[in-house]
C-alpha cells in the first residue's frame, strides 16, 4: 500500500469516571521494543527524515494568575496554552472538579490530593466555569469553590498538544522517549503517525480480567502499558495520545460510544487531511475503520462487549 494515501484517525474512547467504566473498563516485551517492524520503518537513506520534536510541550503551575487559597487553587496562568491547573490540599477524602465548557457541556473530574493537575480546555476560546466539590454523603458533594475564567487561546491546537489528566507524561516517560525513536525512523507526521498506530496494536493486547475489575476513577499509567504490554481502551488511548502529541501531532481523546458500549478513541489532526475523525485506513479502492483497541492482537468478538462493535460511533466528550 502507498503509504502517502494512508489516512489515519484514530478511534480510541476512554473515560476516567465510573460512567465510561462500565462500556471500555468493563468489557515478554520490553518497553519500548516491537515484536515486529511494519514495512514503513525500513527506509531508505535517500528518504527524507520527519523533524523530530526533541522537547516536548509540558504544563507549568507558573503562578501568574491563581484563584481560591491554599486549599483549593486554580492555577490560570496559562489558559491561553490551552490548559488550567488545579490542586486541592484540604481534608475531603473524594473531591470533583466539574468545568463547564462554552456551549454548555461540563466535563467532571476526580481531583488527586495536595498536588497539581492538568485540565484541558476543550471548548475552545470563552467563558469557563469551574468548581471544586467535595463530598457529603452517599453520592452527594458540596460545592467548596467556583471561578469564572475568560479563555482566549492563542492556537486552537494547543488543548490537544499538552498532557492532561487523561493522557499524562512528562519528558522522561518512556513513552515519549520511544516516540522520539519512532520520529527519526520516519518520512514525516503521516509516517510517524503509521509508525506508532503499528507499535501499539502489535505490542498491547486486551486486558480482560482487568477490565473486569477495573475501580472508579482509574487513570492510565502509559508507561506500565508499554511495560506489561496490557491494557483496557483508556490505556491505548492514552498512549497513543501521549505519543502522538509529545510530536507536536494534535490529537483529541474522545469519549462516546460504540454501538452501545462506551469506549474510548482519539482523533488525530493531519496537515494532509484536517482533523480525521476515525483511524481510516484506504486501500485504493475502499475505505476502513480500523478502532487500534480492535486492530490490536484481539479477537473481536472478545472484546466486542467491552468496546462495541466498531460502528456508529457518537462523539460526547473530547480532552
Given at each position: 500500500m502507498n503509504r502517502k494515501i494512508f489516512f489515519w484517525y484514530m478511534l480510541f474512547f476512554i473515560f476516567g469516571a465510573a460512567f465510561f467504566l462500565t462500556g471500555c473498563g468493563k468489557d515478554s516485551r520490553e518497553s519500548g521494543q516491537s515484536r515486529s517492524s511494519s514495512g514503513s520503518n525500513q527506509k531508505s537513506e535517500l528518504e527524507a527524515v520527519r523533524q523530530t520534536?526533541?522537547?516536548?510541550?509540558?504544563?507549568?503551575?507558573?503562578?501568574?494568575?491563581?484563584?481560591?487559597?491554599?486549599?483549593?487553587?486554580?492555577?490560570?496562568?496559562?489558559?491561553?496554552?490551552?490548559?488550567?491547573?488545579?490542586?486541592?490540599?484540604?481534608?475531603?477524602?473524594?473531591?470533583?472538579?466539574?468545568?463547564?465548557?462554552?456551549?454548555?457541556?461540563?466535563?467532571?473530574y476526580a481531583l488527586a490530593i495536595g498536588q497539581y493537575e492538568t485540565f484541558p480546555l476543550t471548548g475552545g476560546s470563552g467563558s469557563?466555569?469551574?468548581?471544586?466539590?467535595?463530598?457529603?454523603?452517599?453520592?452527594?458533594?458540596?460545592?467548596?469553590?467556583?471561578?469564572?475564567?475568560?479563555?482566549?487561546?492563542?492556537?486552537?491546537?494547543?488543548?490537544?498538544?499538552?498532557?492532561?489528566?487523561?493522557?499524562?507524561?512528562?519528558?522522561?516517560?518512556q513513552a515519549v522517549q520511544y516516540g522520539i525513536q519512532l520520529s527519526e525512523k520516519s518520512s514525516d507526521d503521516l509516517s510517524y503517525v503509521e509508525n506508532v498506530y503499528h507499535y501499539i496494536i502489535e505490542n498491547v493486547t486486551y486486558d480482560k480480567e482487568k477490565a473486569e475489575n477495573v475501580q472508579p476513577n482509574y487513570l492510565p499509567n502509559i508507561d506500565e502499558t508499554m511495560s506489561t504490554g496490557k491494557g483496557i481502551c483508556f490505556d491505548y488511548a492514552s498512549l497513543m495520545t501521549a505519543m502522538l502529541r509529545s510530536q507536536g501531532i494534535p490529537t483529541r481523546l474522545e469519549i462516546g460510544y460504540s454501538g452501545e458500549a462506551y469506549h474510548a478513541w482519539i482523533s488525530v489532526y493531519l496537515k494532509e487531511a484536517g482533523w480525521v475523525d476515525n483511524i481510516i485506513e484506504f486501500d485504493g479502492t475502499n475505505w476502513t475503520l480500523m478502532d487500534p483497541t480492535l486492530g490490536a492482537s484481539n479477537n473481536k468478538k472478545s472484546v466486542e462487549k467491552y468496546i462495541g462493535d466498531g460502528s456508529n460511533y457518537v462523539v460526547k466528550y473530547s480532552y
Open positions: 520534536v526533541e522537547q516536548s510541550l509540558l504544563p507549568q503551575a507558573s503562578g501568574a494568575v491563581v484563584y481560591g487559597s491554599d486549599t483549593i487553587s486554580i492555577d490560570a496562568s496559562n489558559t491561553s496554552e490551552g490548559y488550567v491547573m488545579v490542586r486541592y490540599a484540604g481534608a475531603s477524602e473524594q473531591v470533583r472538579l466539574r468545568i463547564t465548557i462554552p456551549g454548555g457541556t461540563f466535563y467532571t469557563y466555569h469551574m468548581e471544586v466539590l467535595e463530598h457529603a454523603y452517599d453520592d452527594m458533594y458540596a460545592l467548596a469553590f467556583s471561578q469564572d475564567i475568560e479563555v482566549a487561546l492563542n492556537d486552537e491546537f494547543k488543548p490537544f498538544l499538552y498532557p492532561n489528566q487523561y493522557a499524562w507524561y512528562t519528558q522522561e516517560s
